[in-house]
């Protein structure tokens, strides 16, 4: 079992900057990948981005493309998202997740949650 907990959101004005933070604990030894997802009300929910267990590779959504950067420190079990250049479109409640599959692109793929934290991006 692996519980996530996401912390770092909060409300922005357009063109500013957040950086999210995804603190992994209990059986976290397993190779795990990490994504982040993030759903709009009203939408479903979507891929943003996500990393592989050595950090050397990452698959970001095309929306967020050039502005946000994920990345992972294994020593201290945490993953960040970096977003830069944030629109309002970008407001959305951000989870974390986890997976041991290779195929760290797909949604489907991921067995662990975490609650998600809030971003708003003001015009």
């Known amino acids: 079992q692996v519980r996530l907990e996401e912390s770092g959101g909060g409300l922005v004005q357009a063109g500013g900057s957040l950086r999210l933070s995804c603190a992994a604990s209990?059986?976290?030894?397993?190779?795990?990948?990490m994504g982040w997802f993030r759903q709009a009300p009203g939408k479903e929910r979507e891929f943003v981005a996500s990393?592989?267990?050595?950090?050397?590779?990452?698959y970001y959504a095309t929306s967020v493309k050039g502005r946000f950067t994920i990345s992972r420190d294994n020593a201290k079990n945490t993953v960040y998202l970096q977003m830069n250049s944030l629109k309002p479109e970008d407001t959305a409640v951000y989870s974390c997740?986890?997976?041991?599959?290779?195929?760290?692109?797909?949604?489907?793929?991921?067995?662990?949650w975490g609650q998600g934290t809030q971003v708003t991006v003001s015009s």
């Open positions: 997740a986890a997976t041991t599959s290779a195929q760290y692109w797909r949604e489907n793929e991921y067995m662990y």
């Open positions: 209990g059986r976290t030894s397993s190779p795990y990948a």
């Open positions: 990393i592989e267990w050595s950090g050397s590779g990452t």
